[in-house]
């Protein structure tokens, strides 16, 4: 009579646990796929975000451009005044400013420059990607000429130039 008790104890609880491994394995499946659209949302934001820097490194590179072919056209004239000389192409805008007026600078004081002058611009290039990502890069040039006779070199007393 004993043998029947287990048998009946024994399918009792089979049937208690028949839904709880569905269950189970339900729930796990429930978290790997959480976890596998997390890993494809983060993927897919890690690539927009290489996308953006790509950008903004062309972007960078068409400013860079422009600075170089100022640099290359060689379009330093001081008689210009304070008039901007503009080079516009598909990606970039770039500006050649005479610096301190256009005015000739003194070389430095008590050396053999004095025979020299300078004259001092700035270009600014701007640069542009295909998403709108934009770059602003600044180059200063120094140009040296013959001497200004009407230049006085710096006053040994003052950092600034003397009237």
């Known amino acids: 009579m004993h043998a029947p008790r287990k048998s009946l104890q024994m399918s009792s609880a089979r049937g208690a646990q028949r839904g709880a491994a569905l269950v189970v394995g339900l729930l796990l499946l429930l978290v790997l796929t959480l976890l596998a659209i997390s890993g494809m ?9 290489a996308g953006n ?3 903004q490194q062309n972007a960078f590179q068409a400013a860079e451009t422009g600075i170089e072919q100022m640099l290359r056209d060689g379009a330093f004239n001081p008689s210009a005044g304070a008039q901007n000389l503009n080079v516009t192409a598909e990606h970039f805008t770039t500006v050649n400013t005479p610096q301190l ?22 270009i600014l290039s701007t640069g542009t990607s295909d998403r709108s990502a934009q770059a602003i890069n600044r180059q200063g040039v120094a140009v040296i000429a013959p001497l200004d006779p009407t230049v006085r070199p710096l006053d040994a007393a003052s950092p600034g130039l003397t009237p």
Not at 41 to 49: D, H, I, K, P, R
Not at 101 to 122: D, K, R, T, V
């Open 41 to 49: 949302n983060s993927a897919t934001l890690e690539l927009v975000m």
């Open 53 to 55: 820097t790509q950008y």
């Open 101 to 122: 007026g256009g005015a000739a600078q003194p070389a430095i004081f008590g050396s053999s420059w004095n025979s020299f002058s300078s004259f001092h611009f700035e």
